[in-house]
């Protein structure tokens, strides 16, 4: 993406997603496990931070109605991990929302403490929508429209707020349905590679980390932050590396 220069956030510059398709990818970063599966009984950092006391919200771009299960495009229900969490029952209803009510909780100052934000499919960067703009320009314009006001917010203002942006999947090559992206053999394929920025007031200033991470690390990482144990599914691993040593946060 064009929106961030390095002096404003830190780049992981060797982070992999887990698998292919897209699906899977949100279920690995959420619970630790890159499953295809539509439902699934596991638990998510979802319940997790409910069961410490916390609280949470998915908020989905074009999302007509909260916890929606069926397409109803640009949304896309296989980029939404909470409706795949069987586990969650009610709390889906209530707080597995759309971005119309990030922006009233943003307004409102009642940002949960863990927070999935996804962009519909007209600006994830996927696909263009329009005839006047490139996929890329539209997922730039989008990151430019919500990241500056999550930056003002005072849990970002007062360090109290990390920010992870990534991408499901590497698209270069289209992968491989089902490969396993961080075994020895595929850490060289490119369609497994995306970029990971994090934003915190703690990250030195334009630091690239060349570090082997992945969306486990950012589920192990903010499974820390948030005091949750124990590390759910592959976030667990003896070989998942977290992302606070690498941005010193």
């Given at each position: 993406?064009?929106?961030?220069?390095?002096?404003?956030?830190?780049?992981?510059?060797?982070?992999?997603?887990?698998?292919?398709?897209?699906?899977?990818?949100?279920?690995?970063?959420?619970?630790?496990?890159?499953?295809?599966?539509?439902?699934?009984?596991?638990?998510?950092?979802?319940?997790?931070?409910?069961?410490?006391?916390?609280?949470?919200?998915?908020?989905?771009?074009?999302?007509?109605?909260?916890?929606?299960?069926?397409?109803?495009?640009?949304?896309?229900?296989?980029?939404?991990?909470?409706?795949?969490?069987?586990?969650?029952a009610a709390a889906c209803k209530a707080d597995d929302t759309n971005l119309s009510q990030?922006?009233?909780?943003?307004?409102?100052?009642?940002?949960?403490?863990?927070?999935?934000?996804?962009?519909?499919?007209?600006?994830?960067?996927e696909i263009a929508c329009t005839s006047k703009t490139s996929a890329i320009t539209t997922?730039?314009?989008?990151?430019?429209?919500?990241?500056?006001?999550?930056?003002?917010?005072?849990?970002?203002?007062?360090?109290?707020?990390?920010?992870?942006?990534?991408?499901?999947?590497?698209?270069?090559?289209?992968?491989?349905s089902g490969e396993n992206c961080l075994a020895a053999g595929n850490l060289s394929d490119?369609?497994?590679?995306?970029?990971?920025?994090?934003?915190?007031?703690?990250?030195?200033?334009?630091?690239?980390?060349?570090?082997?991470?992945?969306?486990?690390?950012?589920?192990?990482?903010?499974?820390?932050?948030?005091?949750?144990?124990?590390?759910?599914?592959?976030?667990?691993?003896?070989?998942?590396?977290?992302?606070?040593?690498?941005?010193?946060?």
């Amino acid at each position: 993406t064009t929106l961030f220069r390095s002096t404003e956030c830190g780049l992981a510059t060797n982070y992999r997603g887990a698998t292919h398709p897209s699906h899977p990818n949100y279920m690995a970063i959420t619970g630790g496990v890159a499953t295809a599966a539509a439902s699934v009984t596991a638990p998510s950092i979802f319940s997790q931070v409910a069961a410490s006391g916390q609280t949470w919200k998915v908020y989905e771009g074009a999302m007509p109605s909260n916890c929606l299960r069926k397409p109803a495009f640009p949304y896309k229900p296989g980029h939404n991990p909470g409706v795949s969490y069987t586990g969650l029952a009610a709390a889906c209803k209530a707080d597995d929302t759309n971005l119309s009510q990030l922006q009233r909780d943003i307004s409102g100052h009642h940002l949960p403490a863990y927070a999935f934000i996804a962009p519909d499919q007209c600006h994830d960067m996927e696909i263009a929508c329009t005839s006047k703009t490139s996929a890329i320009t539209t997922g730039d314009t989008w990151l430019r429209t919500w990241v500056p006001r999550l930056l003002a917010t005072p849990g970002y203002v007062t360090g109290h707020t990390a920010i992870f942006i990534t991408w499901d999947e590497g698209d270069h090559g289209r992968g491989t349905s089902g490969e396993n992206c961080l075994a020895a053999g595929n850490l060289s394929d490119s369609s497994c590679h995306v970029a990971a920025l994090v934003l915190s007031p703690y990250v030195t200033a334009g630091l690239r980390s060349s570090v082997l991470l992945s969306h486990y690390s950012i589920l192990q990482t903010t499974e820390r932050l948030l005091g949750l144990r124990p590390f759910l599914g592959h976030a667990g691993d003896a070989g998942t590396t977290g992302m606070r040593t690498a941005f010193g946060f």
